[in-house]
Each structure stands twice: as C-alpha cells, then as structure tokens.
C-alpha cells in the first residue's frame, strides 16, 4: 500500500498575528505570539502568560487592548491594537538542555546499538501487558466530549470505531483543583463524568488507561483532614512530610540549590492545624496538592490501595503521574531518587500486577531517565518526539529524528501532544543528537507562548530563577494548521517504536484556544478545549481529521505492527525511511522532510502468495483558508485515494 502526501495551490490569508519580544533585566528574550481573532474584543483583554507568587512578585502579562484583523476576504474589523508587556522579575530564561551524562549519550550513539529489545514486548510470562494491544489509543477527559463518560464511550462506539483502541482516562475522581489532578480519594468517580460502571463498560471495549498521583493528594481528602484535626495523634501523620523534621530545621541555601521545584518559591506550605498551631509540609505543585510520602506506612497503604482499587475497575495500565517527585533525600535535587526509587517501583508493580495491571511512568525529564526505566522494563512516555519532528520540520532534516527512532525506548507511548505542555526538559542532553540553538530557534518561534517553568534558588539573589519546563500550544497550530505537515507529524509517530497515542485535541485537529486562556488566565487552557456533541461532529467532518482517522485504522490493523522495527540508513539528509515487519507482513514509511511529503508502501492480505502492494495516494482535492493566523499553507481538503500498483509480493 502506498499514501502519498500531496499539496495544493495557495491562497493569501491575510489576518493578524502578533509576535512580541518580552525581555527582562539580564534574560534571554522570549518571544510572544498571539492569535487575534475577527470581531470586536472588549478592551483590556489579559493573557497572563506566567503569574508568580506575591511574595516573589515575579510577574508577567501581556494585555490586549484592541485588535485589527481581517478574514482574508476584506471583511472583519479594524481598531487600533495596543499591548503591553509587563514585568518585574527577570524570571525568563532559555531552557538549559545540555548536561547529559556523556558516556549515556556514548552508549545510546553506537552505530546500529539499541540497547532495547527489537520487539514491542520482552516476551515475559507474567507480564500484565503482554496483552496491551499496540494500536493507537485516545488521551481525553472523561468530560471533553459531549461531557461525561456515557457520551464518550458512545462516541468512540459510533463515531470513530476502528480508529481507536486503547483510552487513557485523565483523572475522574473528586478533586479540589488542577483539572482533577488534585484528587481526593481513587475509591469515586466524580458524580460530573458518571460512575464506575461507565469506567467497566468503557474498559470492556478498550484498552483502559487510568491516573494515579503517586506524589500528592488533595488538602480536602479525608486523610489530609484527619491530620489537621488530629496534628501528630492522627493515624496519616506519617502520611504527610514535615518541611522542618526532613531538614532538620530549614534547609541551608546548599540544599535549596539542589531542589527541583515547579514553583517560584520554595516547595513548602504552611497550614493551619485545628489546635492553632502552624505546621510546615512539604507542597512540589500548588495549595491544592499537598505531597505525600510514599514510602511512609500510611502513604504507602494509601498507595496500594489506590492501585488495588483503579485495578479492580479494569485499567490494564495506570499512569503514575508526577512519578519523579515522589523521593526526598536531603542533599540532592529530591526528583527521582536512585535506590529509593526503583525499591518504590517494586512495591507499586507488585500491587498492579494483582489485578494484571501495568504501570506507566510520566517523568518529564533528561531523556535518559526514561532510558533507565525502559531498561527495567517500565513503560514510559516518548516526550522527546514533538520537539524533534518540530525541529526536524523547521530545518528540513530527518538526521536527529532517524537517530533518537533508533536509540528510543521500544516499551513506549508515543505522543505528539497531551494536556500538558510539549517538554523542553525531555530533549535535555540530546544536545549531541540535536544543536541547541537550533532547537532552541523552534521554541522561540514556533511556540514562544504561554510556558510551563521549572525554578532553581539562586543563592546570591536569594530568590527563584524560572526556567522553560513546557510550552502549551496544540500541535495543529504549532504546525501553522497545515493539513499536510501534520499528516506527516502523525505518520511519523505511527511508525515511531512503541504504541500511539493521539491526545482529543489533536484527534480533532484543534487550534489554540486562546478564548479559554483569557477566561482563566492558565496557559495550560490553550489545548484544553471541552467540546459538545455538536462541536465534535463538525470537527469530524474536517477532511484533516478523516485522513487522520483513515491513517489510525491503517496502524490499528496492519499486522507488520505487531513484529520489528528498523529505521534504514538513508545517504540523503533529509530521508526518512523506517520499516516495520512481522513474517511477510511489512509496512514502510518514507518522508521526505524537503518537500515535506510521505508515502507508505504496504502489504496487503493474509497468505504470502495472496499478498499485493496497494497504493493510496493522499490527494488534495480543494482548498479552505487555514484557520489558523500567520499561516503560510492553507489547510487542504484531502482524501485518501486507493488503487492496486502491483501484484505478489515476496
């Protein structure tokens, strides 16, 4: 079978975008890029791009006055624009994505080396997720389709049946902030997405993906107010870690030096006990995230419990979210802590495994830390792939991209985009297989918005510098809303080793929602778009998004997928040739990052000598204006095209 990837003519859209450049005192600038769409704004509109804490007072906002736009047509309306960037902390800083271990890099480098085995699973007996299926999965709320989990799954059945199968559920459970990832208790399901016999009929027909925050737990949670009540006579008293009994008082500038904290303050919260008194504990996140110790009595029979439970409910698979906070050992940078961290593994899969389920590890880090995991057998997430196929896109080479498909963990779920942002830590110490400065170029100009940090204590300012941890940008429009590059981007990661998963948004080809972030002033809002039944129909209806189907129902079904991966040495920089084969099934894409085009040439049939090579041609029958601003291509209207090229094939 082949599918190729062809553009069409193009028309000028005229609109407004609008790129600023915010520097601050001694900070590298970060360039701002907003969409500003037709029609009358009410002024004094605010993006808030990044607020820190008051008594930091590190700040940063970009305030929309007016806009001028157009539709392309002549028609939309026209005012005087004004914005202003305001700033009072020199918070801004490139992201550092060097300091790997040098002989990892040398290790993972080897001329055809991969220090992975060649097939999806280890062929171990009694793993849980030797029956996961390696198909492409769907990462959503229980309520970002028609609003609650019936509709999901009758969504699913009727509307994209063959196009999905696995689902990986974020959090459902009752929580007090965070979109849920604060939660109070993994027994419940929030009345708002419907029950647990939803969850059974939803894992009954899917392969079933559920969250479980291994590193903290809501304030509202029983446990947490058991402990406010009861102060150190409370049976959680362990559960919670005491900031000033770690440290052994309050930890010198050394330690606080150390500490990889997502705040821009230390990563403690002061709480008021119900006697009066004021006690100290450890928070990573937010007030509404209180860090637990896992390997405490009671925070680790509120773990096990935890998994025993989401087991029970038929999650072939748990997301352990935040997994690398989870160890605290004064002296280090307390974020996945080595031997603590693998003991805690242990503990964590042997409760799993009860109810044969396996577990993910989401670390948003080095990406030799998902290395290290992978070779224990863990699953984890490929978070390197975005920002490489961005880079691969922007400079037109395939060289990087080729070499990570080669050294990549094989035990993985591939993304291209998920609730949070796209990871510039997960790219760190690649620098040897991609430049920095160029990678560093993509950021700034392909997704210089609304960014995630990461903050380190500077000693001598005695304050907390920020760093970019993500960028939030839906990968439609981190591709200008171009039909034919993100075709590309997805048959890319289809034939990326591991399983596929297609975050909502993206399945819909969704456009940032800038709506929602000046409506809640959380960047994280822009790809976190909750449609209605109505506004899930018509964004099927997009020919993007049926490509897009058609091309998951061709990885969901070709058996080559079930066999080897090898990615081909090509003398051409900008080629990308990667092959999948299981007996005499094989399936092999070929892109080719200049032209920006593909095409996959298949087997098709069940017996060797029934077997033919079938070419689909993905062809562009008409155009429509890209919707989304700046855009240089138009988001073609395009089809898969079939017919049969040759016969036998051996």
Avoid at 199 to 214: I, N, S, T
Wanted: proline share 4%; with cysteine; net charge negative.
């Amino acid at each position: 079978m082949k599918l190729r990837c062809q553009g069409t003519s193009n028309k000028s859209v005229s609109s407004s975008r609008t790129a600023l450049v915010a520097q601050t005192a001694g900070a590298t600038p970060l360039r701002i890029s907003a969409r500003l769409r037709a029609g009358p704004l009410p002024n004094s509109r605010r993006f808030h791009l990044h607020s820190g804490s008051k008594s930091s007072g590190q700040k940063l906002k970009l305030t929309c006055n007016s806009v001028n736009t157009s539709n392309g047509n002549g028609n939309g309306t026209s005012s005087n624009g004004s914005f202003a960037v305001e700033t009072t902390s020199d918070v801004m800083e490139t992201a550092d994505m060097g300091g790997s271990d040098p002989n990892v890099i040398k290790e993972l480098q080897q001329a055809n080396e991969n220090p992975f085995p060649e097939s999806h699973f280890d062929g171990k007996s009694d793993d849980p997720l030797e029956n996961l299926k390696n198909q492409v999965q769907l990462s959503c709320y229980g309520d970002a389709v028609g609003g609650n989990l019936k509709a999901l799954k009758s969504f699913l059945d009727n509307k994209v049946s063959g196009a999905i199968s696995g689902l990986h559920l974020l959090p459902i459970y009752p929580s007090s902030g965070d979109g849920g990832f604060a939660p109070l208790t993994y027994q419940d399901v929030d009345p708002k997405f419907g029950t647990w016999d939803d969850v059974k009929a939803l894992g009954a027909e899917y392969d079933l993906q559920m969250e479980c925050m291994v590193n903290h737990i809501s304030p509202a949670s029983k446990e947490f107010q058991d402990y406010l009540a009861k102060g150190d006579k409370s049976e959680f008293r362990d559960m919670f870690i005491d900031w000033n009994k770690l440290w052994g008082g309050e930890p010198t500038d050394d330690q606080l030096q150390k500490i990889r904290t997502r705040k821009p303050e230390a990563p403690v919260i002061e709480v008021d006990m119900k006697d009066g008194s004021k006690k100290k504990l450890w928070c990573t996140f937010g007030a509404q995230q209180i860090d637990i110790d896992p390997f405490s009595k009671p925070g680790m029979k509120f773990m096990l419990d935890s998994l025993r439970s989401l087991g029970t409910r038929g999650s072939k698979l748990i997301r352990l979210d935040a997994f690398g906070y989870a160890t605290k050992t004064p002296g280090t940078r307390c974020f996945f802590q080595e031997p603590e961290v693998w003991e805690l593994l242990k503990d964590l899969e042997e409760a799993a495994k009860d109810h044969d389920t396996g577990l993910l590890c989401e670390v948003h880090e080095e990406y030799e830390t998902n290395i290290k995991l992978a070779k224990e057998g863990y699953f984890v997430y490929d978070f390197a792939l975005p920002l490489l196929l961005l880079h691969a896109f922007t400079f037109h080479t395939a060289e990087n991209i080729a070499n990570w498909l080669r050294i990549c963990p094989r035990r993985q779920i591939t993304v291209l985009d998920t609730h949070d942002g796209m990871g510039i830590d997960d790219i760190s110490g690649l620098a040897s297989v991609v430049s920095v400065e160029e990678l560093s170029d993509v950021v700034e100009h392909r997704l210089g918005c609304s960014p995630n940090f990461k903050y380190f204590y500077d000693p001598e300012t005695k304050a907390y510098q920020g760093r970019p941890h993500q960028y939030n940008c839906t990968y439609y429009s981190a591709l200008g809303g171009n039909a034919r590059h993100y075709l590309l981007a997805r048959a890319i990661q289809f034939f990326t080793p591991g399983i596929p998963m297609v975050y909502y948004v993206g399945l819909f080809a969704g456009l940032n929602d800038y709506d929602a972030v000046l409506a809640t002033g959380s960047g994280r809002d822009i790809n976190r778009h909750k449609y209605t039944n109505e506004e899930a129909e018509a964004a099927l209806q997009q020919p993007v998004v049926k490509a897009l189907l058609d091309l998951c129902k061709f990885r969901n079904t070709h058996e080559a997928f079930m066999g080897q991966v090898d990615v081909v040495d090509n003398a051409e920089p900008h080629l990308l040739e990667v092959t999948w084969q299981k007996d005499h099934h094989k399936a092999t894409l070929k892109a080719d990052l200049q032209g920006m085009s593909f095409e996959i040439i298949a087997t098709k049939g069940k017996k060797q000598d029934d077997m033919k090579t079938i070419q689909y041609v993905l062809g562009a029958v008409d155009c429509s204006e890209a919707q989304q601003d700046g855009a240089a291509d138009m988001a073609e209207t395009v089809k898969w095209e079939q017919q049969e090229v040759c016969h036998p094939v051996h």
